[in-house]
C-alpha cells in the first residue's frame, strides 16, 4: 500500500501558523473498495491531524481557513476541542463555504471571520440507516441524533451566547446564511472583503466554492443564490483523449492491440484503460446494491410469510428464533419444524400412557366369563349345503 498523502495542511512561519481544512470532515479517510489504496479528493480526519496541530501549540497566532461541506460531527467536535486549548490568538477565516460539521470547527476558535458572500450552515445531525429494525433499535438511534444535536448545540453556544433555544430553532430548519447574515445573526464575528465564487452542477450533487468541488447530495436544500451550471454533453474518455490528442482513426488500418497503442501513444492507452475501469466498478457497484436490494425484499418476503403462519404454530419462541435467530429459515422450514415437534409431542403422550397403564396394573386384569345360556358348540368344518342351509334357514 502506498504511504497516505495529507489532505489537510499545516504551514508554520516563525511565530505564525495556518491551517487549511478544505473537503469533506470524515472519521477516518476512505479507501478504494477495489483496491484497498486510499481514495484521492480532500478530507480531514483525525489520522495524523491532531499530530499536525500538536506542532504548531508553541505559535502566537494560528489561522484556520475553512471551505468545507462538513461531515462526522464527532470529528468535528475533537478538532475543535484541540482548537481551543491552543494559546495562541486562533482565527478561523471561511474561505468559501462552512457547513454541518465545518462549522463546529470554527467554533474552535477565538474569532471567526468569512467574506459576504461565503455560506455557513447549521443543521440537525444525521445518520443512514440499512437493513431492519424495531421499534427498541430506532429509540436508540433517535437518542444517540439527539445526543449529537445537543452537543453541537452547546459547542455553538459556548462561542456565540445565542442561547440554546434560539440555536436548536435555527438548526431544525437547516439555516444557510451568507458571511453578512452570519454577521449579523451573531454567529460569526467578522465579515472581511472579497468575493467567493460557487455553482452546483446541473444535477446538483456537487458544490464547487472557490475551485474546490465537494459532494452537496445530503442538504435538504440549498440557496437558491447558487448557480447552478447548464449540463454539457459529455464525450466518451477514449472518444475526448483522440479529439484532444488531434488522432483521426485511419480508415485502412482501424484495429490495433493494446500492446501496439502502448507504444505509439502510451497517454491514450492510459486514458482507455482508466475508462474501462471505471465502468468496470460502475458496472460492479450497481450489481452490488441491485443485490443488497434483492436481499432486503427477499428478508422482508421470508419475515412476512412466517408471520403469516405464526398464529397456526401457536410458539412465539420457535416463531421468534425462526425469524431472527441463529437457526433463522424459511416459513416452510418453520412449518416443518413445528409438524416434527407435534410429532414428538405424540409419541411422547403415548409412551406416557402406555408406561402409566402398566405402572397400574391394568395389563393383568382379565375379562370375567359370560355366565350367561350356555352356547352351542359350533362345528368349524361344514359342507357347502350346511351352510346354504344354515344361512337360509331351508332345509
Known sequence: MQPQTKFWNVVQEEDSAEIQI???????RPVDWWTGEPEEGLFTSPEGFLEDLEGVKNAKNVTVRINSV???LYTAIAISNRLKELAANTTAIIDGIAASAATVIAMGCKTIKAYPGSLFMVH??????????????????NKRLEAANSAAAEAYNEKTNLG?????HQMAKESWLTGREAKEEGWIDEVIEGECAMSLSADKTMLTVNGITMAAKSFESLPNSIPVECAKPQKSK????LADADIKPNKEETQMTLDELMKTEPELAEQIKASAIEEVKAEAATQISEAKAEAIREERARLQAISEIACSVNDAEMVNEAMYGENACTASELALRAMQKQAKLGETYLKDRKEGLKNSGADDVEASPNEGNETTEIKTEMSMEEAVKLITGKE
Open 164 to 168: 440554546i433555544e434560539k440555536i436548536r
Open 70 to 72: 462538513g461531515g462526522d
Open 124 to 141: 440537525e445531525a444525521l445518520t443512514e440507516l440499512f437493513g431492519l429494525y424495531n421499534h427498541k433499535a430506532l429509540n436508540e438511534v
Open 22 to 28: 478544505y473537503g469533506e470532515i470524515v472519521s477516518r
Open 238 to 241: 477514449p472518444a475526448q483523449a
